[in-house]
T-cell receptor, first 112, second 113 residues
Framework: AQSVTQPDIHITVSEGASLELRCNYSYGATPYLFWYVQSPGQGLQLLLK??????LVQGIKGFEAEFKRSQSSFNLRKPSVHWSDAAEYFC??????????FGKGTTLSVSS | NAGVTQTPKFRVLKTGQSMTLLCAQDMNHEYMYWYRQDPGMGLRLIHYSVGEGTTAKGEVPDGYNVSRLKKQNFLLGLESAAPSQTSVYFC????????????FGPGTRLTVL
């Protein structure tokens, strides 16, 4: 069965430092992979997605993610974190033809 | 263009009461979804619809019913609310299936006492 694991429940990063959020997936075929961000009290917003092709994908707000098939990973990165990036981040894999399977999320705190 | 809207934003129910959550989208999307979000659990799919007049069960459908009488609306019903249904409910829509981005509503926070 498809599944998504986000190993880090909570991460704290200093403002201006780099960020990497980990995501591992289990899926039998080439997956469709997504990263969403949820600010407090808000709905989810798509940061980026991977379907095929170039394994390094660029998203909004300066985020990028790299698909590594050999490691079943789709880690999210940002070179310099801003205080406004504090939020909860969800990795998701698309189950063919239907809905998304989400990881349990990683909460990002940004310290000054 | 409002995107995905949800009504109401907040609701408190007593055990055994019923209610309906309304989701509306103005993007002419075929697919619509209902998720619930609980602390430490991520989002879990309750029911979804691949088009007007169709519905299907997701991961956690028990205690919920849905209807998609119009393409733009997707209703989630709780016939007899239980405290275990205290959660934040999100509606989403997408143009079609797995390859397309899902657009989320702002959520409904439901408390069942």
């Amino acid at each position: 069965a498809q599944s998504v694991t986000q190993p880090d429940i909570h991460i704290t990063v200093s403002e201006g430092a780099s960020l990497e959020l980990r995501c591992n997936y289990s899926y039998g075929a080439t997956p469709y992979l997504f990263w969403y961000v949820q600010s407090p009290g808000q709905g989810l917003q798509l940061l980026l997605k991977y379907f095929s092709g170039d394994t390094l994908v660029q998203g909004i707000k300066g985020f990028e993610a790299e698909f590594k098939r050999s490691q079943s990973s789709f880690n999210l990165r940002k070179p310099s974190v801003h205080w406004s990036d504090a939020a909860e981040y969800f990795c998701a894999v698309s189950k063919a033809g239907t809905a998304l399977i989400f990881g349990k999320g990683t909460t990002l705190s940004v310290s000054s | 263009n409002a995107g995905v809207t949800q009504t109401p934003k907040f609701r408190v129910l007593k055990t055994g009461q019923s209610m309906t959550l309304l989701c509306a989208q103005d993007m002419n999307h075929e697919y619509m979804y209902w998720y619930r979000q609980d602390p430490g659990m991520g989002l879990r799919l309750i029911h979804y619809s691949v088009g007007e007049g169709t519905t299907a069960k997701g991961e956690v459908p028990d205690g919920y019913n849905v209807s998609r009488l119009k393409k733009q609306n997707f209703l989630l019903g709780l016939e007899s609310a239980a405290p275990s249904q205290t959660s934040v409910y999100f509606c989403a829509s997408s143009l079609s299936g797995s390859a397309h981005e899902q657009f989320f509503g702002p959520g409904t926070r439901l408390t069942v006492l």
